[in-house]
C-alpha cells in the first residue's frame, strides 16, 4: 500500500462525506473494510470506540489511528493530511463566496433537503454498532439507560464513560476469579 492511497482514502471521505462525525462512518467502514481491506469490522468497530472516546475530531482520531496501525508514524501523518485537506479547502472557498450566497432561496432549500439526509448517515451507523457490539435484549438497557441519564438527569458523558471503565474493569475481574480454579 503507498501513502497515496492512505491520502487519497482519507481525502475521498472526507471531501464527499456532509454532517461530519457519525455521518462519516459509512463511508469510512466502506473504505477502510470492504473497498481496501486495511482493516476488519472488528477493528473498525474497535477503532471507532477509541476515536470517539478521545478529546479531538472523530474522523482525525480515525485516521491517525488507521494510518498509525498501516505505515506507522508517517501513515498517521499521511491519512490525518487528507483527512483535513478537502474540508479545509471546502471551508477557504465557503469563505470566500459565503456573502454572497447568504440570502439566495436555492441555497436555503438545498441545506434544508440535505438535514434528513445527514440524520439518515448518522442512524444507520447505530444501529450497525449496535450489532457489531453484540447488543440483545438482554442488554439493551445499558444505551438506554444511558441516554436516559444525559437526556433526562443531564449527567455528563464524561461520567458515564468512566463510569463504564469502572464497571467493565470490575465485572473482568469478577468473571476472572469465577474462572480461575
Given at each position: 500500500?503507498?501513502?497515496?492511497?492512505?491520502?487519497?482514502?482519507?481525502?475521498?471521505?472526507?471531501?464527499?462525506?456532509?454532517?461530519?462525525?457519525?455521518?462519516?462512518?459509512?463511508?469510512?467502514?466502506?473504505?477502510?473494510?470492504?473497498?481496501?481491506?486495511?482493516?476488519?469490522?472488528?477493528?473498525?468497530?474497535?477503532?471507532?470506540?477509541?476515536?470517539?472516546?478521545?478529546?479531538?475530531?472523530?474522523?482525525?482520531?480515525?485516521?491517525?489511528a488507521?494510518g498509525?496501525?498501516?505505515?506507522?508514524?508517517?501513515?498517521?501523518?499521511?491519512?490525518l493530511?487528507?483527512?483535513?485537506?478537502?474540508?479545509?479547502?471546502?471551508?477557504?472557498?465557503?469563505?470566500?463566496?459565503?456573502?454572497?450566497?447568504?440570502?439566495?432561496?436555492?441555497?436555503?432549500?438545498?441545506?434544508?433537503?440535505?438535514?434528513?439526509?445527514?440524520?439518515?448517515?448518522?442512524?444507520?451507523?447505530?444501529?450497525?454498532?449496535a450489532?457489531?457490539?453484540?447488543?440483545?435484549?438482554?442488554?439493551?438497557?445499558?444505551?438506554?439507560?444511558?441516554?436516559?441519564?444525559?437526556?433526562?438527569?443531564?449527567?455528563?458523558?464524561?461520567?458515564?464513560?468512566?463510569?463504564?471503565i469502572?464497571?467493565?474493569?470490575?465485572?473482568?475481574?469478577?468473571?476472572?476469579?469465577?474462572?480461575?480454579?
Amino acid at each position: 500500500m503507498k501513502y497515496c492511497s492512505l491520502f487519497g482514502t482519507f481525502f475521498k471521505v472526507g471531501a464527499t462525506t456532509i454532517g461530519g462525525g457519525f455521518a462519516m462512518i459509512p463511508a469510512l467502514k466502506y473504505e477502510l473494510v470492504h473497498n481496501h481491506g486495511w482493516i476488519t469490522e472488528e477493528e473498525f468497530t474497535n477503532y471507532m470506540v477509541v476515536a470517539q472516546s478521545m478529546p479531538g475530531i472523530f474522523i482525525a482520531n480515525m485516521a491517525t489511528a488507521v494510518g498509525y496501525k498501516l505505515k506507522g508514524t508517517r501513515g498517521a501523518i499521511v491519512a490525518l493530511l487528507g483527512c483535513a485537506a478537502a474540508p479545509i479547502i471546502f471551508i477557504l472557498l465557503i469563505a470566500a463566496v459565503a456573502h454572497q450566497l447568504n440570502h439566495i432561496a436555492i441555497v436555503e432549500h438545498i441545506f434544508m433537503g440535505l438535514r434528513p439526509v445527514v440524520v439518515a448517515l448518522i442512524v444507520v451507523p447505530v444501529f450497525t454498532l449496535a450489532r457489531s457490539a453484540h447488543l440483545t435484549w438482554c442488554n439493551c438497557w445499558i444505551p438506554l439507560a444511558t441516554l436516559l441519564l444525559i437526556v433526562l438527569c443531564h449527567i455528563s458523558p464524561v461520567w458515564i464513560v468512566v463510569a463504564a471503565i469502572a464497571g467493565g474493569f470490575l465485572w473482568g475481574a469478577q468473571r476472572n476469579k469465577r474462572e480461575l480454579p
